[in-house]
């Protein structure tokens, strides 16, 4: 029977898994886990899961695997992948052969320069956070009045520090840019970030040059280059991401930042396939640029064009990237690119919410970012996106008038 090896039981994988079987693939599947647990989302451990101290929210229960006939092995990596024999070995000692095989191996956290990666998922003051264990972990250390200090003004220190506030925790963020979020997100959302943040009461220090992370039983501490220190009952390093590309790269698949595939998702070694944080790809709507894309949805996505390309559909990336953040009651979405606009135009909305939409230089819609309470901005990002897709010139006094629905501009 044909067997599709998937490697890294995440979102990706796992959403890969289920589609073959409703792409009707009746041959074997099995799912290859280094994590303890069943295929779990990743958004909620910065936000209220983490409040909370939820057990993982599993994207399916182990019954729909079952029925589904999914074979899942957690806890178990693959370490060796033979492309040739079409083999891979797991750390059990087993041997799988495989037909056809899709690595959606994600990506772990950029530790801290110096910093163990290894200690910092055990038990240490200095941590990362990506796993349900991390989130436990930190958790764990956040009571009313503890000193946290996070190092990085990118989504996930920031949506820790809104979460770790509720808590009661006292929140120092050190961002090493002159100002926060200066990674994909215009500078007008990020300060309006900024001042939530301030407002609710962390301290954000933006051009803050570090030199070293120190621990001991009782504390730790960011050493500044300017010889001043911050002391914390916890350290968070929330510094980016790396993907994770040392299985693919050794079995000899060509890596660009990430395990490169084509626009179908395959790599440069034929019968395999990556998807989702690990992979690099071709954006066909930005001038095929290779881009890696960190985000729930895409992981989703690719998973699902995965899947009908294991199949033989020979489907190709047309998604726009899109990204969302919630921290406090706050919802940040970006949908598009906005790095090579020459136009941006502002649009208000209810309750203080506001959109900007950001054009080339020919007048094409290429993003759109949004920032509101709620869901205020959800609906236009989402006609911003059809509009992307779509490549639409849109008349820009248009898109900043309150008045106009952007569901005639996508028709026109
Ligand atoms: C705290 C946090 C908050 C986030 N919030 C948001 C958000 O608000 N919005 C948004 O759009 N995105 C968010 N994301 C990003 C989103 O969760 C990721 O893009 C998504 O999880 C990627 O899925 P994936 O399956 O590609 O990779 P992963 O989720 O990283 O899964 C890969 C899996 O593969 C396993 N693996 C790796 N190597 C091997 C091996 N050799 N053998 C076996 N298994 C292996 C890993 O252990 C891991 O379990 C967040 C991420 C984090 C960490």
Redesign the pocket.
């Known amino acids: 029977m044909t067997h599709i090896l998937i490697?890294?039981?995440?979102?990706?994988?796992?959403r890969a898994a289920f589609c073959l079987r409703e792409k009707g693939f009746p041959g074997e599947i099995t799912l290859?886990?280094?994590?303890e647990h069943l295929?779990y989302?990743?958004?909620?451990?910065?936000?209220d899961a983490l409040l909370l101290g939820h057990a993982p929210r599993l994207v399916s229960d182990a019954a729909r695997y079952l029925e589904a006939g999914i074979t899942v092995l957690t806890g178990?990596?693959?370490?060796n992948i033979e492309p040739l024999g079409k083999t891979v070995r797991l750390?059990d000692g087993r041997n799988l052969a495989y037909d056809q095989l899709l690595l959606?191996?994600?990506?772990?956290p950029r530790p801290f320069p110096g910093q163990n990666p290894v200690a910092a998922a055990s038990g240490t003051r200095i941590r990362t956070?990506?796993?349900h264990g991390d989130?436990v972990a930190i958790r764990a250390a956040l009571q009313p009045g503890t000193h946290l200090a996070i190092i990085g003004g990118g989504?996930?220190g920031l949506?820790?520090a809104a979460t770790a506030r509720k808590l009661g925790a006292r929140v120092t963020l050190v961002e090493g840019l002159p100002r926060i979020l200066s990674r994909g997100v215009p500078e007008e959302l990020a300060a309006v970030v900024a001042e939530r943040h301030k407002a609710e009461g962390v301290e954000i220090l933006c051009g803050v040059k570090i030199r070293g992370l120190e621990e001991n039983r009782e504390g730790a501490k960011i050493l500044l280059d300017d010889d001043s220190t911050i002391a914390a009952d916890l350290i968070v390093v929330g510094i980016g991401?790396i993907p994770?590309i040392e299985?693919a790269r050794d079995a000899g698949l060509a890596i660009d930042n990430g395990i490169a595939v084509d626009a179908s998702l395959r790599t440069s070694v034929p019968d395999i396939f990556a998807?989702?944080?690990?992979c690099s790809f071709p954006l066909s709507h930005y001038g095929n640029r290779r881009l890696r894309?960190?985000?729930?949805?895409?992981?989703q996505d690719?998973?699902q064009l995965a899947a009908a390309n294991l199949l033989g559909a020979e489907e190709t990336i047309t998604a726009i990237p899109?990204?969302?953040?919630?921290q406090y009651d706050l919802t940040l979405q970006i949908a598009g690119l906005a790095d090579g606009a020459a136009q941006t135009v502002r649009r208000e909305m209810a309750q203080g919410a506001f959109i900007l939409f950001h054009l080339d230089a020919g007048g094409r819609l290429i993003a759109a970012s949004g920032i509101g309470p709620g869901n205020t901005v959800a609906r236009d990002i989402r006609l911003a996106e059809m509009m992307i897709a779509a490549g639409i010139h849109p008349d820009p006094a248009a898109l900043a008038a309150p008045d106009t629905k952007l569901k005639t501009l996508l028709a026109a």
Do not use: H, M, Y
């Open positions: 490697i890294g039981a995440g979102e990706c994988g796992a290859v886990g280094a994590e295929p989302e990743r958004p909620p451990l910065s936000k178990i990596s693959a370490e750390s959606t191996t994600g990506a772990r956070l990506r796993t989130a989504f996930i949506e820790l991401a994770n299985l998807a989702g944080d690990c894309l960190e985000a729930w949805r895409n992981a690719q998973g899109w990204f969302w953040s919630d």
